[in-house]
């Protein structure tokens, strides 16, 4: 079976389920932003939405006032699109949790926009519990 098949389909398969989410959020570098283990205090922030930069003044035309307007525009750029990135790559990994959840379980995801709340529902309605994990044992 390849991991792609793999389908939330009950708590037996929730640790293989969850080790692929997993090695697809590191490899996007997100992980850290979704990972239901952790509280939101102890999670990784999401890249602030960077903000465009003001042109100069219309009358303040002096090199320094251009080179340094353009230095700051050019590090919005670098941001803006480690911040789409960042925001593509939180959908996408949304879209493919809902797509390998069992459709049984369908309703725990209704309402829920984000990954990292998407999961931490799932981990909480479906996840097999300490106890259970120590009896499968």
């Known amino acids: 079976m390849t991991t792609e098949n793999v389908i939330l389909s009950s708590p037996t398969v929730w640790e293989s389920w969850i080790q692929i989410i997993q090695a697809k959020a590191e490899r996007k570098g997100i992980w850290g932003i979704i990972d239901p283990s952790k509280t ?65 379980y369908t309703t725990y995801t209704y309402g829920i926009s984000s990954a990292r709340d998407l999961l931490a529902k799932l981990k909480k309605s479906i996840a097999p519990s300490d106890e259970a994990r120590r009896n499968e044992i």
């Open 40 to 104: 939101d205090a102890h999670a990784d922030e999401m890249l602030p939405e960077p903000t465009r930069p003001a042109p100069p003044e219309a009358n303040d035309k002096t090199f320094a006032a251009q080179m340094t307007w353009k230095m700051t525009y050019d590090e919005y750029k670098d941001n803006k699109v480690l911040f789409d990135k960042q925001k593509e790559s939180l959908q996408d990994l949304r879209i493919f949790i809902l797509q390998t959840v069992d459709a049984k």
